[in-house]
């Protein structure tokens, strides 16, 4: 519902409101869901992460080499999983190639 223009503005205690009992097991659902996301990608391209890799990216010319990494700190995709190589952050579904130097 959208307020009135007479209406009070809300409580800011209001919108931050915390469940009184936290448990572990949303931080754990978190952690499980990247950890998916993580394996499924190496199952996928049959890299492990953590790895030196030469990757190439649609769009980009040559080709990108250093360790391949998760990259957590973008927004979750319905699909893939977001990955850095040294200062390069890029979604998996840009990759073209990857090949391990390990």
């Known amino acids: 519902m ?10 800011p205690d ?10 572990a097991s949303g931080y754990d659902r978190w952690q499980a869901e990247k950890a998916e996301q993580v394996r499924a990608f190496e199952q996928q391209w049959g890299i492990p992460l953590g790895k030196q890799v030469r990757v190439e990216l649609k769009g ?19 699909r893939g ?4 190589l040294g200062k390069m952050a890029f979604h998996s579904t840009q990759i073209v190639s990857v090949v391990s130097l390990e």
């Open 81 to 84: 999983i977001y990955l850095r």
């Open 60 to 78: 980009k010319e040559g080709d990108l080499v250093g360790v391949l990494k998760a990259d957590f700190a973008h927004p979750p995709r319905t």
């Open 14 to 23: 209001d919108l931050w409101e915390l469940p009184i009992v936290a448990d």
């Open 2 to 11: 959208i307020p009135s223009a007479d209406s009070p503005p809300p409580n």
